[in-house]
């Protein structure tokens, strides 16, 4: 009881409350406005050389003949590609039915449309373009069943070996409530676990370093408050924790970097934070708890996608109406590098991440507010960019994405908001979304 005094009282004391004026605050989803959808169209992904597999969740108050899902050419117009539909797998909230593509070209553009009755009287259509090709290095896994609070969450690993075959997710509920399950790589499953000892919020970060390269430490915390009832003011916390040789402790003291929505990214012993639309000041935190300021990124921050390969650390800058621009961070030299500016199209909230020594960014939304969902390789020994892949779930906002190790073989991305594009309103649907995938290129 003791200890869970001093969490309730060092939530409201660390605090420091801001107004967030820039065009991104820091505020996710209303969680009060974003309701269940009754009928998405989760994931298109490539099962062969002319064949695709296309999934739909539907909720269990919504009856087969109020939705229909139908296949056009990217014009609009029929088509040879033929649809089918197969399994559908039950479960506690929702199903989710298979359909099976064929006659399909690489290369080749189709439009999905899923239209639905939605709440038993509005007819609605949502339709995404898939372009069919061969190469597909995705995998669907388990979807996570809930459907309230915030579809976005922290992801930290909890295997033993840090090989990524267990990874737990930690999601805000509401203001009392957080939720907590471990994703098995084994079984392909999710199990209900013990969340971190700290009050509920947003955006708490947590990671695993290194104390001198060898003894692992897991840090948690940081995070904001959200006060509906002063719109645009958030309260950024400072406390962090830690264990360090299975050993509990306070990150005394507090963090000392600025204010704001944090993005971070992690050495092997050292974690650096940047704040998003804020300073560009960066703070660092040894594994043994130690915090200095390094030097800050050398242009005024928007909204920051992060990677690192080995001790190298990565930040794709996003700036409205700017290309986004990539710079490295040499740890060692404590320098920036300003490296190639990304080539693709112009977006916000996009991901970051690594994967066998390749950094890979994309995702987002465009200056519209249009999903997107093509990911970027770049390869920091050319630096060079180039188009390497769809994602072929149904997120494209604030998905979760988690990289065990930057040298290993996959990762793991999922959950998140879908930008949904209605063919007759221009109004885009905000949908929370529960697929979770894994990606080895």
Known sequence: MRRLLF??????????????????????????????DQAALVSVQSTGSNTAEVIVKLTTTIKRTQWQLTILNSAGNGTNATLSEGSIEQLDLFNLTTFNLSNLSAGQSYRLRLGF???QKDTITV???????????????????????L????????????????????????DD??????????????????????????????????????DLAYFYGLGYLVNDEIPGKYAYQ?????ILNGFFTDVIPFYGGQPGELAYFITTEWAYFLTNNGSPAMRRIYADLDQEDRAPLPEAPGVLATFSIGEMGYVVNQVPGQQPHLFAYDSGADVWIRKADFPGKARSRGIGFSVQNKGYYGLGTDANQQGLRDLWQYDPATDQWQYHTDYPGQG??????????????RTYIGFGYENQTRTDSPAKRIIGCTDFWEFAP
């Not at 969490?7 to 009060?32: D, K, M, R």
């Not at 373009?129 to 309230?148: C, E, G, Q």
Request: a positive charge; aromatic letters at 14%; proline letters at 5%.
């Open 127 to 149: 339709e995404r373009i898939y372009t069919h090709a061969t190469y597909n290095p995705w995998k669907r896994l388990a979807h996570l069943v809930f459907n309230d609070g």
């Open 238 to 242: 400072r406390d962090m924790y830690a």
């Open 396 to 409: 494209n906002t604030y998905v979760v994405v988690f990289s065990p190790s930057n040298r290993q073989t």
């Open 7 to 36: 969490f309730l009282i060092a939530g409201i004391l660390v605090g420091h409350w801001s107004c967030q004026t820039t065009v991104e605050p820091a505020s996710i989803i209303n969680t009060q406005t974003i309701l269940p």
């Open 151 to 174: 579809y976005t969450g922290s992801v930290i690993d909890r295997s033993d070996d840090l090989s990524g075959q267990l990874v737990r997710l930690t999601r805000y509920v509401d």
């Open 117 to 119: 009755l939605y709440n």
């Open 177 to 214: 409530q957080w939720q907590s399950n471990v994703y098995s790589y084994r079984t392909n499953q999710w199990f209900t676990t013990d969340a971190p000892s700290l009050p509920p919020r947003r955006g708490m970060v947590e990671y695993n370093v290194f104390f001198q390269g060898k």
